[in-house]
T-cell receptor
Framework: IAGITQAPTSQILAAGRRMTLRCTQD?????MYWYRQDLGLGLRLIHY???????GKGEVPDGYSVSRANTDDFPLTLASAVPSQTSVYFC?????????????FGQGTRLTVV | GENVEQHPSTLSVQEGDSAVIKCTYS??????FPWYKQELGKRPQLIID?????GEKKDQRIAVTLNKTAKHFSLHITETQPEDSAVYFC????????????FGGGTRLMVKP
């Protein structure tokens, strides 16, 4: 693994089903994020984690949960998918710094809820 | 929380012309302002960033300016080329508590050969 990797790349999911999007990074970044990207709305933060063992809510957290058991992994779970969760999901990571640092993005997961 | 607005939403220029994209932010505590380029079907990638202690930064054909008093920052691309065609996003963060970025809505830049 080099950088940050997401799985699956795409998924079609029946409404009401549970789904976990996976995200793994090998850069030893302490901060990780999940964004969703909808047409015309840019990227909106769902959840974040400043360091292993801690998580926080972003701008659009409802219907999603995350965990951060270790530095490398940051899975995003949809407990009961709804069509409005159809989107492209990006995981990102960065070094947490008071001066701000570059966020590196995964390749994205295209999720369609039908 | 922070709110970032970006204009224009679409921009079409002739190859060789300059392109300017503008963003405003609401939280005066924000101190880190990156710009990301996203090609079709690809992930966003950082092209340039600026911190609040700097008013301007340049990297070859791209430059960013920051006006902290007015709370706005801009991306300037000179001598545009067809490969500059993409969606560009501005963002802002306070640089602490995990460096969470708030993004603007994006600008689709089209460079016509």
């Amino acid at each position: 693994i080099a950088g940050i990797t997401q799985a699956p790349t795409s998924q079609i999911l029946a409404a009401g089903r549970r789904m976990t999007l996976r995200c793994t990074q090998d850069m030893r970044h302490n901060a990780m994020y999940w964004y969703r990207q909808d047409l015309g709305l840019g990227l909106r933060l769902i959840h974040y984690s400043n360091t292993a063992g801690t998580t926080g809510k972003g701008e659009v957290p409802d219907g999603y949960s995350v965990s951060r058991a270790n530095t490398d992994d940051f899975p995003l779970t949809l407990a009961s998918a709804v069509p409005s969760q159809t989107s492209v999901y990006f995981c990102a990571s960065s070094v947490s710094s008071a001066g701000g640092t570059e966020a590196f993005f995964g390749q994205g997961t295209r999720l369609t809820v039908v | 929380g922070e709110n970032v607005e970006q204009h224009p939403s679409t921009l079409s220029v002739q190859e060789g012309d300059s392109a300017v994209i503008k963003c405003t932010y609401s939280d005066s505590a924000s101190n880190y302002f990156p710009w990301y380029k996203q090609e079709l079907g690809k992930r966003p990638q950082l092209i340039i960033d600026i911190r609040s202690n700097v008013g301007e930064k340049k990297d070859q054909r791209i430059a960013v300016t920051l006006n902290k008093t007015a709370k706005h920052f801009s991306l300037h691309i000179t001598e545009t080329q067809p490969e500059d065609s993409a969606v560009y996003f501005c963002a802002a963060s306070k640089g602490n508590a995990g460096n969470m970025l708030t993004f603007g809505g994006g600008t689709r830049l089209m460079v016509k050969p």
